[in-house]
């Protein structure tokens, strides 16, 4: 089973999203998300972590509201930012990083 830190030390572009189930905006990310994975296919990894059941990994990257996305290539965060976004304004951040 792959590790936290072998999915976010891959080549392959890692989109995280720290969520929390009883947050309203993190509810309304879940459909972007999905969106965005079945529009941008292989070229990125998106995976959800539960903040209340992944209380090291939040706290390792100092994660204070949610839902916060953080962009990973190669082990390094990329790019990071709390709250919701549009789906337009994800593909277009994304793109950046191709």
């Not at 590790?3 to 309203?24: E, M, P, Y």
């Not at 059941?53 to 990071?80: C, D, H």
Request: charged share 25%.
């Amino acid at each position: 089973m792959e590790t936290f830190t072998d999915i976010i030390n891959s080549k392959q572009l890692t989109l995280v999203d720290f969520f929390a189930t009883w947050c309203g905006p993190c509810k309304m990310m879940h459909p972007v998300l999905e969106q965005l994975k079945d529009e941008l296919g292989e070229s990125i990894r998106i995976i959800k972590l539960d903040v209340d059941k992944n209380e090291a990994l939040s706290m390792q990257y100092r994660i204070q509201s949610v839902p916060t996305l953080l962009l990973f290539r190669n082990g390094e965060v990329v790019w990071r930012q709390s709250g919701a976004m549009r789906l337009n304004d994800l593909k277009v951040l994304i793109a950046q990083y191709k």
